[in-house]
């Protein structure tokens, strides 16, 4: 048997459906408006070397799992920062700075998120300070480096380095453009979430109107996930069913969806997937999220490298596709819901399903992408 039909090995950790979603477009949209929605496409497209990322399909995994389509945002090739990230954070540094030119800029990041405001703020001549945990890896701190940022590591996970990264700030009068909002902090991640949606008007433009009718979003703080409904809102006649998918030890958003209320969840184990190794959800993705998620999916890391490898090698397309821990949450889900005929019945996808993953990051750490390319080579 083929290694992608082996079901007993797609398995999902938790699932649940939320109990009071009701989509309403102006609703999502009164918290990402859609002036800055256009603000930011205007931005972002006319910056040197942009182009749309590739929108392929994935038509070797659509036929195993019995499904119209799949389709694969695939941001490997987004500018030289090859992930999604590249497009909030320059963004919202070009939006603090104003013109400004003496100023600090700083963030706390598992890598990428860092990469692009140090990227922006080169760009801009700022200075910029990058706070990382004891977790991210040396490769990831020295591609923030290599973009003239000054890069802090922080004993503990995230969300030490972003309470560091928030009192050093604070004392130093630095401005922080974080990705993930609180009381009081919500108008910087609004920029980083308006920077995202470029990616949905690009797969919109992309597929010509085609209706999707299942959109999987992976989640860390939700800043991602929380645009791409606001994009959908704006750019799409139809409304597709919306899943969300955490690692099964950093479930921050299912916690909150079953609770109906921001529920913070502290993070015993670091996930492979470090980028969603969050333990909260972002006030203003909550407010988003709260009402327009179908499902909430986890997943184990069991699979991860198995799924970096499986594009890699054209298992599922006739594209070779160069894709980080963080871009396969969506594959590994669909899979593992495919793999359990209930599941799959449930969320009602079936021969006539068009569904939309993304590939939120390449090979972001190079080290990384090769032990998993080398592990998911091992694995069944």
């Known amino acids: ?32 408006p859609e002036k800055l929605i256009d603000e930011a496409i205007k931005s972002i497209s006319s910056w040197n070397s942009y182009s749309p990322t590739p929108l392929v399909r994935l038509d070797k995994l659509s036929s195993i799992l019995g499904l119209k389509e799949i389709y694969y945002k695939d941001e490997s090739k987004r500018f030289t920062l090859k992930s999604f990230k590249a497009l909030g954070g320059a963004f919202a540094v070009e939006k603090v700075a104003n013109g400004r030119k003496n100023i600090t800029v700083a963030t706390a990041t598992a890598g990428n998120h860092g990469r692009s405001v140090a990227w922006g703020a080169q760009k801009l001549g700022l200075n910029c300070k990058i706070f ?50 609180w009381s009081g902090y919500e108008l910087i991640p609004q920029y980083i979430m308006a920077g995202y949606t470029i990616m949905m008007k690009e797969i919109f ?33 139809s409304i ?11 479930d921050c958003v299912l916690k909150s969806i079953k609770n109906n209320e921001p529920t913070r969840i502290k993070v015993e184990k670091e996930s492979i997937m470090g980028g969603m190794s969050c333990g909260e959800v972002s006030k203003v993705a909550w407010n988003i999220l709260k009402l ?61 399903s068009k569904v939309l993953v993304f590939g939120c990051e390449g090979a972001t750490d190079e080290k990384m992408y090769n032990k998993l390319l080398k592990l998911g080579s091992n694995t069944k």
């Open 1 to 32: 048997m083929k290694a992608t039909n082996q079901k007993d090995l797609w398995l999902v950790s938790n699932i649940i459906e939320n109990k009071n979603y009701n989509f309403s477009k102006s609703e999502i949209l009164k918290f990402l």
């Open 240 to 250: 597709p069913k919306i899943i969300i998918v955490e690692p099964e030890d950093a």
């Open 292 to 352: 327009s998620t179908n499902y909430c999916v986890t997943i184990p890391d069991t699979m991860v490298a198995r799924v970096s490898s499986l594009l890699a090698n054209k298992n599922f397309s006739k594209n070779k596709i160069e894709a980080g821990e963080c871009a396969t949450p969506g594959i590994i889900a669909l899979k593992g819901i495919c793999f359990n005929q209930e599941l799959k019945n449930k969320i009602k996808l079936n021969k006539n």
């Open 205 to 237: 433009d992309q597929i010509n109107n085609d209706v999707i009718s299942h959109v999987f979003l992976q989640a860390g703080v939700g800043g991602m996930a929380g645009a791409m409904i606001a994009g959908i809102a704006k750019f799409s006649n």
């Open 132 to 181: 990382i945990s004891e977790y991210v890896s040396e490769s990831r701190a020295d591609a923030i480096r290599e973009f003239g940022a000054n890069v802090v590591r922080v004993k503990g996970n995230y969300d030490n380095s972003l309470k560091e990264c928030i009192a050093q700030s604070q004392k130093n009068n630095w401005e922080i453009v974080q990705d993930t909002a």
